[in-house]
Nanobody
Framework: QVRLVQSGGGMVQPGGSLRLSCMTSGLTFKIFTMKWYRQAPGKERELIANITDTGSTNYADSVKGRFTISRDNARNTVYLQMNSLKSEDTARYYC?????????YGQGTQVTVSS
């Protein structure tokens, strides 16, 4: 059974930073592309970052230059470092992997950016 367990998140003031973690189990983590999505109230889920098995990364324009996705294959964990946070980054964040013909998601973690 594939499991993704997230940690991190919370409330931060504009301009602040947070780091999200997503620990996986039940799959050979190092061979999979990992993704982070977010979903704000009333909006569709948005793909914001991904990292391939070779470490190549891609970002949505909305977070480029502020967010960094990384992975630690020894810990089967993917991270999302979020800097210079804005109110519009407020959303529920999900890690994702497509494995065994299925999309697997973490439980989600709330990020709220507010003064």
């Amino acid at each position: 059974q594939v499991r993704l367990v997230q940690s991190g998140g919370g409330m931060v003031q504009p301009g602040g930073s947070l780091r999200l973690s997503c620990m996986t189990s039940g799959l050979t983590f190092k061979i999979f592309t990992m993704k982070w999505y977010r979903q704000a109230p009333g909006k569709e889920r948005e793909l914001i970052a991904n990292i391939t098995d070779t470490g190549s990364t891609n970002y949505a324009d909305s977070v480029k230059g502020r967010f960094t996705i990384s992975r630690d294959n020894a810990r089967n964990t993917v991270y999302l470092q979020m800097n210079s946070l804005k109110s519009e980054d407020t959303a529920r964040y999900y890690c994702n992997v497509r494995a065994r013909s299925n999309d697997w998601y973490g439980q989600g973690t709330q990020v709220t950016v507010s003064s």
